[in-house]
């Protein structure tokens, strides 16, 4: 979308279709050059002015439908589109996408196999706690997993909410194989924040 007019994505934004599969198109061809199998459709925002209750249909209907055009371009390249719930109390509060039941009910409604949740722990636990029910619950779904302490945004070995170490363990015994992508701010330097993995690795 147009990152200028305030837009975070498109494919849930009535009116906004040929732009979002403009979009899609040019993801795909990126995607192909560095040799990445996933793409992340953003949802997009609630219309500014407009009350979410009162778009709320319009707007699912509208996700549905380029969804559905999504897989069926993605799966011409043997690619996974990922849906994300993005937390609408303290990042955006007119993201229009928030939680993993939301995204869950509209990927079963929406029903191609390439299409999968992009679990954030970080937004999930803002929204709903219960990490590790919802984990389990959503893991049939999930296709790829990003982290980040709660409620700074740093590194998981910072201090917050969440106690990583029992987080990735219970990946690890879901049989998680995909990628943990760590998308926090650093406290400080990029390199020396990088540190906490290094107890990984040695394992």
Same mark, same amino acid.
């Given at each position: ?54 778009? /709320?249909?319009?707007? &699912?209907?509208?996700?549905?439908? *380029? $969804?559905?055009?999504?897989? @069926? #371009?993605?799966?011409?390249?043997? +690619? ?23 995204? /869950?009910?509209?990927? &079963?409604?929406?029903?191609?196999? *390439? $299409?999968?949740?992009?679990? @954030? #722990?970080?937004?999930?636990?803002? +929204? ?76």
């Amino acid at each position: 979308g147009d990152q200028e007019m305030g837009e975070m994505g498109l494919a849930a934004v009535p009116g906004r279709q040929p732009a979002f599969r403009q979009g899609l198109a040019a993801a795909v061809q990126y995607a192909k050059e560095v040799g990445c199998p996933r793409i992340h459709l953003m949802a997009g925002r609630v219309p500014q002015g407009a009350d979410r209750a009162a778009v /709320a249909g319009k707007m &699912e209907t509208t996700f549905i439908e *380029n $969804l559905r055009y999504a897989a @069926d #371009l993605l799966a011409q390249e043997d +690619m996974i589109g990922l849906v994300e719930p993005i937390n609408n109390r303290i990042t955006d509060p007119r993201y229009y996408l928030n939680t993993p039941h939301q995204a /869950a009910a509209i990927l &079963e409604k929406v029903g191609r196999p *390439n $299409l999968k949740l992009q679990l @954030d #722990l970080f937004h999930c636990q803002i +929204m709903d706690g219960n990490l590790s029910h919802n984990l389990e619950t959503y893991f049939p779904l999930t296709g790829h997993i990003q982290i980040a302490q709660v409620p700074g945004r740093h590194e998981p070995d910072s201090p917050g909410e969440l106690n990583f170490p029992y987080i990735f363990k219970l990946l690890e015994s879901l049989s998680y194989s995909g990628y943990v992508g760590c998308e926090y701010a650093p406290k400080g330097d990029t390199l020396e924040g990088l540190g906490w993995l290094h107890s990984y690795w040695e394992s």
